[in-house]
């Protein structure tokens, strides 16, 4: 079972940028589906971003594409989220999330998030 811990949260003017990392153990990270999802106040979270087990395939929601990136590190067990042109909107608790290879898009692994948080 793998357990996962995001970092590099903060809080940011808009137009800046911030990366995100989530750390991954106890488990082969490849056998795993890494996405990001982020949760505003009194919203319901929402999916970001997620990359496969080799980095060859990306998803990105709408609303970021163009300003975000998800990449994986396999040899570091762990995944990145580049966040630039931040936007007050963006603001949220952002959350790591994994799914086994092969079980779609039911993220059954999650990590406890960490705070963005985007200044106008």
């Known amino acids: 079972q793998v357990q996962l811990v995001e970092s590099g949260g903060g809080l940011v003017q808009a137009g800046g940028s911030l990366r995100l990392s989530c750390a991954a153990s106890?488990?082969?990270?490849?056998?795993?589906?890494m996405a990001w999802f982020r949760q505003a106040p009194g919203k319901e979270r929402q999916f970001v971003a997620s990359?496969?087990?080799?980095?060859?395939?990306?998803n990105y929601a709408d609303f970021v594409k163009g300003r975000f990136t998800i990449s994986r590190d396999n040899a570091k067990n762990t995944a990145y989220l580049q966040m630039n042109s931040l936007k007050p909107e963006d603001t949220g608790v952002y959350y790591c999330?994994?799914?086994?290879?092969?079980?779609?898009?039911?993220?059954?692994?999650w990590g406890q998030g960490t705070q963005v948080t985007v200044s106008s």
């Open positions: 999330a994994a799914v086994q290879n092969g079980m779609g898009s039911r993220y059954d692994y």
């Open positions: 106890g488990g082969t990270f490849t056998n795993y589906q």
């Open positions: 990359v496969n087990w080799s980095g060859e395939f990306i």
